[in-house]
DNA sequence: ATATAATCCAAGTAATTACTCGGAAAACTC
DNA sequence: GAGTTTTCCGAGTAATTACTTGGATTATAT
């Protein structure tokens, strides 16, 4: 529908700190205040540069949060397929599972308070290109382990399960790395996920 | 924090259809623009009444979008312990989780496009305390069928477990709901849900 | 050094919005 | 039917907000 393109990017690097200043108040502002309170006035004194300099290098407001979720998301992703990568190697597929869950609660939780506004609270996040195909991707993903663990106890709706295994994966992934307690306890409640996620997909426990 | 209380609650025959209409209207335009576009003057011509009358029921527009949450809330809830209560009469816990995500996604689907906006979008909803508590019953309530379908193959974190087990299926009964999709298509979904829900919750797959 | 392009900026604008106010009409009480 | 309460209403207000504009300043190219 719309497009969240910016309008120039910056070429000098006077204009990219500016750029990425921008970047970095919408990200304070939202965790502290949330996607309500978020005014592209407030956004440009946050980041220390006239209404002006935003306007040259957004289009509007919506652009700013697109692209701050696009380098979030970029990050995460490229997490992730490097966490399959290595998972991939492991011949274990319920090591390679407890892997995949750790490594994406752990790149979500460095900024779970932008990320807890972001994914759940701005409107047209989800429909954003960089969260359909990392939705996609995460869907794919759970086909592959199903598979690797061996098919003997299938499922009879190969893809609607991996849908529905990865849906409730990725919620269960946020709902962990939004959760304000301390770390034991999230590695915790990770590996019991990766668990869970291993009996949905699988159908059994993993062996010890 | 706030309260949301109403202000006044409508007496007479004629006030109590003008606080539903506020209500309708505002369910209407959820569905239809968002809540981003929801603005009071918009609820009231919608409605079919000034804009003071609106304020002399609601303290403010967060508390008309609170009061309709409640009331659809309590819809679900209500299906939801009657399909409890059922469902505990039924011996097999299999045939119960069935049953019980069945009125889950039954109870969402003929507003789903409320229902989207309000437990998606909405950034006080999911604090509000017909929520919180609704989440709470499903904890306790995924706890109960791991219980009740033996504890051979047993989990262990029981609490954390089930914790995890009724944010994942919460959120995969919204997914379902949400899809726009046909009745068969739905059910199967459903159908599949229930089975990984019982496979997180025994660890094994139910019996034929 | 000059021309061109990039960057910066903030006062101003037009539109929107939540909510108030004060009084009129209708319903209930006795 | 007088008095009281409930209900209805919409013009008006004060605040907010996304975005424009046009000119000043700085960097780059030649």
New binding site residues.
Partial sequence: MTEYKAK????????????DAILDATARLLARRGYE??????I?EQA????????????????VVAELTGRLMAGVVENMEQAFAEASRMEDPWAGVRHMVTVAVGSLVEERAVFRVLLRQVPFVPQLPVMVSSREAMAALSQRVRIAAGGALDLPMPEEDAWLISEMLYNALLEIAFLDIGPERRQMLTRELARLTYRMAVGRDPEA
């Fill in positions: 120039k990017r910056p070429k000098q690097a006077r204009s990219r700190a500016s750029f309170d978020l005014t592209t006035n407030r440009a220390g540069v006239g209404i002006g300099t935003l306007y040259d290098f957004f289009p509007n407001k919506e652009a």
